[in-house]
Each structure stands twice: as C-alpha cells, then as structure tokens.
C-alpha cells in the first residue's frame, strides 16, 4: 500500500506571494490533518478534513486554509506569505476522525519564504 | 503555552544501554499519549503509546511510563541502538481526537 504523499516536496517563494500545497492520503483514508514544523515553535496542529469538512482547526491566522476533495485528497493554501512561514509543513492521514493512534504522516513540503 | 514540553534538546547515550526521554503536559484531560521519531526529510513514524488509563505500555524495546499525578511520561528504550538516532516526539491527544499536541522533540544520538 502506498503511503501518503505530499507534492511538491520543496518549494521556494517570496514574501507575499501564496502557496498550494497538496497531500494524497494512503488509500482508504478518509481524514488528513495539517502540521507546521518549525525550529522554535515545534510541531503545531493546524487543520483536520474528514469527508471533505473541517474538523478542527488549530491557533493559525486565516492567511492559512485548506480544503478536502471528494477523493480525500486534501490541498492547504497559504496566503500573502511571510518570512516566518517558512517550514516543514505535514500531513498525516487515517482511516477515520477520532484515530489517534492510527495516523500516518508523509513525508513533508519544506517551504522557504525568502 | 506550551502544554507538552520535553525539556531535554538532546540525549546521547552508549550503544547497548538505556535511553530515558521525557515529556511533561499540562492538560490533566489528554486521554492518549503517543511518542513519534522522526529521521531527517521523513515524516514522523509513530512508536508506542499509552492511554490515560494505563501506567505502562511495552513494546519490544520500547516502554512508555505514565505518572498521571506528576503529568509526566518517559520512553525507555533498552537496549539502545546506533539505528535509534532520531529525533523523538511526544504527542497527546484530546477526546481520542485526531489534533495531536506535539512536545519540541529530543534529538537522541546512540553512539556505537
């Protein structure tokens, strides 16, 4: 079984300008979930798709969105980016919501904002 | 506010001894705790994890203790190994919710 890809893997833009990141979720899975990983603030939960609707959204200002296809693919948009977007951005995906323990990740977008 | 912290940045340990990572949360309500390592480019590979419930979860090398009082968890690996060298993460989990809340990570070196 493939795993969850993420396109592209690197990517580079400039202050103000938007981004389109996308993540393909292992087959069958129906809930993707968005992570930021920088070096100071870690790891942070940014938004859930299940079923094409947002499940639960983090602590991110509304330069960040994204959105979930019917296939489950789901796409995440940033914005009038800044130089502090600058990160390891991750999905990880399972079969359904409320799946903790079951949560697979891909393996990331690095996006340099310059 | 930082509800799960890992206070240690780096860990380096012998080939063949103990490896101790810990992790301290706030939230008296997670109800799942999950330790991830993650190797450079990759995304993070889930270990072992414990429900609030528990004290002690093993699996193989891997223990994971729970001291709900002191809202603390470890990550005991024994024996370590030079392929263990990783970054490790804990995480928890709210309402068995799928929103992880991410520790900073311990980088852990095992030195053959």
């Known amino acids: 079984k493939a795993g969850v890809t993420q396109t592209p893997r690197y990517l580079i833009k400039t202050r103000g300008q938007q981004v389109t990141l996308s993540c393909s979720p292992i087959s069958g899975h129906r809930s993707v979930s968005w992570y930021q990983q920088t070096p100071g603030q870690g790891l942070q939960f940014l938004f859930e798709?299940?079923?094409?609707?947002?499940?639960n959204k983090g602590n991110f200002p509304g330069r960040f969105s994204g959105r979930q296809f019917s296939n489950s693919r789901s796409e995440m948009n940033v914005s009038t980016l800044e130089l502090g977007d600058s990160a390891l951005y991750l999905c990880a995906s399972s079969v359904t919501s409320g799946q903790p323990l079951a949560q697979f990740f891909g393996p990331g977008t690095r996006l340099t904002v310059l | 506010d930082q509800q799960v912290k890992q206070n240690s940045p780096s860990l380096s340990v012998q080939e063949g001894r103990i490896s101790i990572l810990n992790c301290d949360y706030t939230?008296?309500?997670?109800?799942?705790f999950l330790w991830y390592k993650k190797y450079p480019a990759e995304g993070p590979t889930f270990l072992i994890s414990i429900s609030s419930i528990k004290d002690k979860n093993e699996d193989g090398r891997f223990t994971v203790f729970l001291n709900k009082s002191a809202k603390h968890l470890s990550l005991h690996i024994v024996p370590s190994q030079p392929g263990d060298t990783a970054v490790y993460f804990c995480a928890a989990s709210l309402n068995a919710g799928n929103m992880l809340t991410f520790g900073g990570g311990t980088r852990l070196m095992v030195k053959p």
């Open positions: 939230n008296s309500m997670f109800d799942y």
């Open positions: 798709y299940f079923s094409e609707t947002q499940r």
